[in-house]
């Protein structure tokens, strides 16, 4: 049965493969022409709301907010737990109204036509350069200064393993959140770890289904005044992490 189930879900990361190619070959050229010229760039956001609405449509999966929150006039720091490649395009689905941009390892870069359009709207991180880091540091405060805000995994990327437990944050997003001074969004999403795992994992789970969304109050510049980077980051660990223990999908 678990190889047949396997097999199913093998099956549908291909599926998940196909939509995600032959959408983003659809919307691709529309995104390279609002990303030519740096004032048309604020269009491409409307662009991969719609491709990212696409994809989550014909993939089967639909998005179930467990509360509801008044957020503050942005821009802020928006960070979640990471699971999944399905995280990533359910970000725009939840905040289509609230213009983003994602800053992601430098790794997506290798990737084909990913390479493009992701350099020139995102901000890569590049983790072993400290030059190079500290420039896609720059990049984010001059992005908030033009209204966008920021999406970081302050994971690092998806765990290796015991999805969905979390692993420590890195420091990154809370240096800048002090930095530049706004607040933090903290978004828990809970089932994204069985629903599409590591394509690497050639027949590990992966479903089309009901994605469940904690998005937990905004964290205000004044509180983390309060903090250090350091009981920043735990906090916001712990407020992310909740969710999950109260489920019994992450240990206390």
């Known amino acids: 049965m678990k190889q047949f ?24 050229p529309f995104l390279c022409i609002t990303l030519s010229r740096g004032c048309w760039k604020k269009w491409s956001f409307p662009i991969n709301v719609v491709w990212s609405s696409t994809v989550r449509i014909f993939c089967g999966i639909w998005i179930h907010r467990l509360n509801r929150v008044k957020l503050p006039k942005g821009p802020y720091l928006i960070v979640s737990n990471h699971t999944s490649y399905f995280d990533i395009f359910v970000m ?3 905040l289509p109204t609230h213009r983003f941009l994602f800053m992601g390892k430098s790794e997506i870069l290798s990737y ?14 590049y983790r072993n350069d400290r030059m190079k880091a500290a420039k896609s540091f720059i990049q984010a405060k001059a992005a908030i200064k033009e209204g966008w805000s920021i999406v970081i995994f302050p994971e690092g990327g998806i765990p290796d393993d015991n999805l969905p437990e979390m692993v420590p944050f ?5 240096k800048l959140s002090k930095h530049v001074g ?4 903290p978004i828990t999403f809970i089932d994204h770890y069985h629903m599409f795992s590591d394509p690497d ?22 509180q983390q005044k309060e903090m250090t980077e350091t009981e920043l980051s735990d906090y916001v660990f712990n407020i992310l992490a909740e969710p999950l223990r109260e489920r019994g999908l992450m240990k206390k």
């Open 5 to 28: 189930l396997g097999v199913l879900s093998l099956l549908y990361k291909f599926y998940v493969g196909l939509i995600f190619v032959a959408t983003l070959l659809f919307f691709y």
């Open 92 to 94: 725009y689905s939840i």
């Open 112 to 125: 084909p036509l990913m390479k493009t359009f992701f350099k020139r709207l995102n901000i890569p991180v």
């Open 170 to 174: 890195k420091d990154g997003a809370f």
């Open 182 to 185: 706004i607040p933090i969004i």
């Open 201 to 222: 994992q050639v027949l590990g789970y992966a479903h089309p289904g009901v994605s469940r969304i904690y998005m937990h109050d905004a964290i205000s510049v004044e």
